[in-house]
């Protein structure tokens, strides 16, 4: 994957935690529900192994999230 598609992924999934709406569970935990729905297994893997790398430019609530992803070894 190109460092153009994973800055995308980064920004959308800093946005996805920006965005999400916080019931009763925590914010990590409602990131990763949401892209565990709707991510690609290839876009998770990409974000998690970044995540393992560096993950400096992800946001506390998409870092934990990372963490929380199924499918992602």
Same mark, same amino acid.
């Given at each position: 994957?190109?460092?153009?598609? /994973?800055?995308? /992924?980064? &920004?959308? /999934?800093?946005?996805? %935690? #920006? !965005? =999400? /709406?916080? @019931?009763?569970e925590d914010e @990590?935990?409602?990131? %990763?529900?949401?892209?565990? &729905? ?8 990409? =974000? @998690?192994?970044? @995540?393992?790398? #560096?993950?400096?430019?992800? &946001?506390?609530a998409a870092l !934990? %999230? ?6 992602? !070894?």
């Amino acid at each position: 994957m190109s460092s153009i598609e /994973l800055e995308h /992924l980064i &920004k959308m /999934l800093n946005q996805i %935690a #920006d !965005n =999400v /709406l916080i @019931a009763d569970e925590d914010e @990590a935990q409602c990131v %990763a529900i949401h892209v565990n &729905k709707f991510w690609t297994r290839s876009m998770k893997e990409t =974000v @998690a192994q970044y @995540a393992r790398e #560096d993950g400096s430019e992800l &946001k506390p609530a998409a870092l !934990n %999230a990372v963490s929380m992803f199924r499918n992602v !070894n």
